[in-house]
């Protein structure tokens, strides 16, 4: 009996060997070349935990089998793909799946792969796409909905956005987007409808069934914010006002140095903003200083060339339609003045002018730039453009008309203020959360992700009865010249700098957690109010909130707005604690902005057990 065991693996192994040394020599078999070299693009466009320089060499199939890792044959066809969990990092070469004809299987679940989804069109043998789990960005492409055979597609736990497209292949009997940022109703047909609610969890924004979220009434149709280039925009009913906006902003970018001559020329030291974007602004002689010979001396066509856009697919316009532009100084900042540029059209840009990091290298601030704008995520403001030349560096953002975080809390309380209860306070915070969360997997090689993370750096938008943020200022601190200069971002307030020490992702976990203290109560943190800073260097908040706690663990804390209703409490001083533990002292105490995810997901999800306790 034994011995018949012990035989059988050695047999398969005798098989084996001989066959597998054929696959490096024998050439004269015949294979597909597209397939393979769709297959080597794969392989050299990506870094992996498994070298497959080393092992994919030769042809990929031998009739039914093949000696390459995760490639699965049929007829010397490339049929299966299967490369989960290997820690494959990167973007997948464009279209690179295409002549891989006869693919049945897909399964790159479990990576770090980052970037679009893969174009599957026409890949009509396709059965089973594993993707979960990954860093994808941007939506479910529409074509999916081609697939005739497609029978899993599982996009779980990533960072998708836009909205679900109307699959309806009878063939699909499993399917799951469960973790993404996806909005908008889930269409009804009736193959989507069949799949139960846990296929459709959390995500920011999806509603209708089998979700037990009703969907809002469709707004009346009004006129968009700001009017479109008439000739491209097809699906312009499915644009939210944001994506709106923001086209119709990169579509007339080019000409904004023009704008920021004229800018400069007219505006001068326009003072009616008194720094509002970021309150660790310093004073409004620099603006005057800077302005215009810089801009206008060198010549400008030379520099309009070389903007750089992160859309390919934008429209160039005419600069004279530009020139009447009009701007604004919406903030001053540590790292340089941010201006809001309203063109003719009514499209609206903001624009920041980068003053800090003039000993930069182009290559090193290109690089960043680069970095920073192919991340899409609707927490994070997206940056459109930027310019570098040797006196000027320009940073392009789409532009958020509602405001800050800081002027929403702090700002005009008393008549006539818009009251932030729990829920909207709640909402912001988690938006604020996924979008730092977001950063800190996206760039987990740099240092401090965001550096500057704090409530003025929250931007806040409104629609309907909804609260959504972005954060905004993140990326610049591998562009500071030097540590010096981190002292006025909110990274300065951390401990850990004021020691001198090492500042890690777990310095934006501390900043997160003075927003989340500041939300709670109410309070600004170090007391400071704007335009007037520098006095304090280390945040009193958290140790205020402290001492409150361990005295008397009670609701003193919060802020008078949201003690009056009754809702949240236990929420509240749940997060509280939570908020303790990110301001920790000791870095290595606080937790990472994963374990964060998960731990306000717990609460939420204990407060609505309790609810549904309490109700039954
Ligand atoms: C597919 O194969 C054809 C023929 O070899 C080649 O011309 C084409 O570029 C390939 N397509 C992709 C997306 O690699
Ligand atoms: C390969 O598999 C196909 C279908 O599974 C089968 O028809 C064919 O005979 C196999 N070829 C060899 C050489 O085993
Ligand atoms: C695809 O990968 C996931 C994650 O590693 C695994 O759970 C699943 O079984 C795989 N599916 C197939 C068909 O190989
Ligand atoms: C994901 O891949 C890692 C290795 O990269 C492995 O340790 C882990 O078990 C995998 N998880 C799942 C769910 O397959
Ligand atoms: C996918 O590839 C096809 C064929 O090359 C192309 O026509 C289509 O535009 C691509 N889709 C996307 C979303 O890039
Ligand atoms: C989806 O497919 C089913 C069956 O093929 C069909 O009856 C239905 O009309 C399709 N569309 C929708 C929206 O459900
Ligand atoms: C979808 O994926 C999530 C996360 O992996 C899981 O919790 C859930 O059970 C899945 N749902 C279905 C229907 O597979």
Redesign the pocket.
């Known amino acids: 009996m034994s011995l018949s065991l012990n035989v059988f693996p050695i047999l398969l192994f005798l098989l084996i060997i001989p066959s597998t040394d054929n696959f490096g020599f024998v050439f004269s078999a015949e294979y597909y070349p597209a397939e393979r070299d769709a297959l080597l693009q794969l392989r050299d466009s990506m870094n992996s935990a498994v070298n497959l320089h080393g092992i994919w060499t030769g042809p990929p199939c031998q009739s039914n089998q093949s000696s390459w890792f995760g490639v699965a044959c049929s007829n010397w066809h490339v049929v299966g793909l299967a490369l989960d969990g290997i820690q494959l990092s990167g973007v997948l070469p464009p279209a690179f799946l295409h002549n891989i004809t006869f693919l049945t299987t897909l399964n790159l679940s479990n990576n770090s792969i980052f970037g679009s989804l893969p174009n599957l069109t026409n890949l009509v043998s396709l059965e089973y796409v594993f993707l ?1 789990n990954n860093r994808f960005t941007g939506s479910i492409p529409s074509d999916y909905v081609h697939l005739p055979r497609l029978k899993t597609l599982e996009l ?2 990533n960072y998708l956005s836009g909205q679900i497209p109307p699959l309806n292949q009878s063939t699909l009997t499993d399917f ?1 987007v ?2 993404n940022s996806l909005h908008g109703p889930i269409p009804q047909t009736q193959v989507l409808q069949r ?2 609610s ?2 459709y969890e959390h995500n920011s924004g999806l509603c209708g069934n089998p979700l037990e979220i009703t969907c809002p009434m469709p707004p009346p149709p009004s006129p968009p914010p700001a009017p479109l280039s008439p000739a491209k925009e097809k699906n312009k009913k499915r644009l939210e006002t944001w994506s709106v906006i923001l086209i119709a902003a990169s579509a007339t970018l080019v000409p904004f140095l023009v704008i920021l001559v004229s800018l400069c020329y007219y505006k001068k030291m326009h003072g009616k903003e008194k720094a509002k974007e970021e309150h660790t602004g310093d004073g409004s002689a620099e603006l005057s200083e800077k302005k215009v010979p810089n801009s206008r001396s060198s010549e400008d066509p030379e520099r309009v060339v070389e903007l750089q856009f992160f859309d390919k697919n934008i429209p160039i316009f005419d600069l004279d339609d530009l020139l009447r532009a009009s701007a604004e100084v919406l903030g001053k900042g540590t790292l340089g003045t941010t201006y809001k540029a309203t063109l003719e059209s009514g499209s609206v840009v903001a624009a920041k002018r980068v003053k800090t990091m003039n000993a930069l290298t182009k290559k090193e601030f290109i690089q960043q730039m680069q970095l920073l704008g192919n991340m899409k995520h609707e927490n994070l403001v997206q940056i459109i453009s930027f310019y570098y030349s040797g006196q000027e560096k320009l940073v392009i953002y789409e532009f958020e008309p509602n405001g800050n975080l800081f002027d929403l809390l702090h700002g005009n309380r008393g008549v006539g203020r818009i009251l932030l209860n729990w829920t909207t306070r709640m909402c912001i915070i988690k938006d604020i959360a996924k979008g730092l969360a977001f950063l800190h997997q996206f760039l987990p090689n740099q240092r401090v992700p965001h550096g500057n993370l704090k409530s003025s750096n929250v931007l806040v938008h409104r629609d309907n009865q909804n609260y959504h943020s972005k954060l905004s200022d993140f990326g610049f601190l591998p562009l500071l010249p030097s540590r010096k200069l981190c002292e006025r971002l909110a990274i300065g307030r951390s401990p850990e700098f004021s020691k001198g020490k090492k500042l890690t992702h777990k310095t934006d976990v501390y900043c997160f957690g003075i927003i989340l203290l500041e939300i709670i109560t109410g309070r600004i943190p170090g007391e400071i109010s704007p335009g007037n800073e520098e006095e304090t260097k280390t945040d009193d908040l958290s140790e205020w909130v402290r001492t409150v706690v361990n005295n008397d663990w009670s609701t003193d804390i919060l802020d008078v707005e949201i003690m009056a209703t009754r809702e949240g409490h236990n929420e509240m001083l749940k997060l509280t604690e939570l908020a303790l533990e990110c301001t920790d002292m000791a870095p290595e105490k606080r937790p990472k902005m994963s374990q964060v995810m998960r731990r306000m997901q717990e609460i939420e999800q204990r407060i609505d057990e309790n609810d549904a306790q309490i109700l039954s």
């Open positions: 979960s779980q736990q799951n469960s973790y799949f139960p846990s296929s």
